[in-house]
């Protein structure tokens, strides 16, 4: 089998996907440095500038507890249908009365 096709390695690491999230990572803490830094070049007073940056943290912040929403709701829903597959399996039988 192809090493670049396989994702779990026998060593139990998941090699291509830890990759994947770091760059996905990396992705967005770039977009969050270049929004930062567009935001504090542009021509604003200082009280202006507080109050947008303000702004786009609870926004951020409020993106970020959505998202971690989601993702509690899709490990439930991966949990419930996990369970729904083992009830669904017949019970293994182990060689030489183990």
Do not use: C, H
Not at 22 to 44: D, E, N, R, Y
Not at 48 to 75: C, F, H, N, P, S
Request: aromatic share 8%; charged share 35%.
């Amino acid at each position: 089998m192809n090493d670049q096709v396989r994702e779990f390695e026998p060593n139990g690491e998941y090699e291509e996907s830890s990759s994947f999230g770091l760059g996905l990572t990396m992705l967005f803490i770039g977009l969050a440095a270049g929004a930062l830094v567009a935001l504090l070049l542009t021509p604003k007073t200082g009280k202006e500038m507080r109050r947008t940056l303000r702004r786009k943290y609870e926004d951020a912040r409020e993106v970020m507890e959505d998202i971690g929403d989601q993702a509690g709701d899709w490990i439930e829903k991966g949990s419930e249908w996990a369970d729904k597959a083992k009830s669904k399996m017949p019970p293994l039988k182990r060689p030489f009365g183990r």
